[in-house]
């Protein structure tokens, strides 16, 4: 039997491996289910939210949170020799304006500090080739403001450079 477990989304549809096939959530054996439900029963705000934005049964919530709290395909088994983990981030598309955000799904931490979704972007095109002006231009903000940004994400994630940051934040 296999104990572990990775939870991805595949066209917002929540996903797992287990036992070397691919299936949906809800063919999971019931206690890999009961877990993410614990994980949900626990955290009030995450079960508010989702009624509030209009997940009402109990399997419409668990595949909403399964999704934004597990939804990333990583190396890491969301369930270790049958132990939930941590939640991860996974970036569905919504990052940035979700109302759930944050609440339902896992902020991003460095060091001890959450990355907002604008540093999110902000790194993210920092770990591309493109030049610093295309970069301030593509966030639509001037190049002062960008470089003040840039210089309290350097401090935030304690780095001294651009490659350094984005193998931090990676």
């Not at 955290?43 to 509030?52: F, G, I, M, S």
């Not at 890491?76 to 944050?102: H, I, Q, T, V």
Request: with cysteine; aromatic share 10%; net charge negative.
């Amino acid at each position: 039997l296999d104990a572990n477990v990775e939870l991805f989304s595949h066209n917002g549809e929540p996903m797992a491996t287990h036992e070397g096939k691919v299936k949906y959530l809800f063919e999971l054996p019931l206690h890999f289910l009961d877990s993410i439900q614990l994980e949900l029963d626990d955290n009030p705000a995450a079960n508010l939210a989702l009624e509030l934005s209009g997940f009402t049964s109990k399997a419409e919530k668990l595949k909403k949170f399964a999704t934004c709290s597990f939804g990333n395909f990583d190396n890491a088994p969301d369930f270790k020799d049958g132990k939930l983990m941590n939640s991860e981030y996974y970036n569905c598309g919504y990052r940035g304006e979700c109302s759930m955000e944050g609440i339902v799904c896992n902020s991003v931490w460095v060091n001890g500090r959450v990355l907002s979704p604008f540093e999110i972007r902000m790194i993210e095109k920092l770990a591309t080739e493109k030049t610093l002006p295309v970069i301030a231009e593509e966030l639509q903000i001037s190049m002062n403001t960008f470089e003040t940004r840039k210089k309290i994400m350097f401090q935030k994630l304690k780095v001294m450079s651009r490659a350094r940051m984005v193998a931090v934040a990676y």
